[in-house]
């Protein structure tokens, strides 16, 4: 499958919190960061994703906002 998102970061998955309708997925990079992602249920449950289950973590954003205080 081809994508046009370019950032794409591989990983393992560390948890998975699910209610009725969304799941918290915490993919941990091979330098030791997190990324946390909130996905769908179904998502999840059609993924069959688990702790320890090799993932990648594609982002793909159309902006980016920075703040300074």
Do not use: F, P, Y
Request: proline share 0%; net charge negative.
């Amino acid at each position: 499958m081809g994508l046009s998102a370019r950032n794409d970061l591989s990983g393992t998955v560390v948890s998975v919190r699910k209610d009725e309708v969304m799941a918290e997925v915490v993919v941990e990079l091979g330098d030791g960061q997190r990324v946390t992602s909130t996905i769908t249920r179904a998502s999840a449950d059609r993924l069959e994703l688990a702790e320890g289950d090799d993932v990648s973590a594609v982002i793909k954003a159309s902006e980016v906002m920075i703040n300074k205080d």
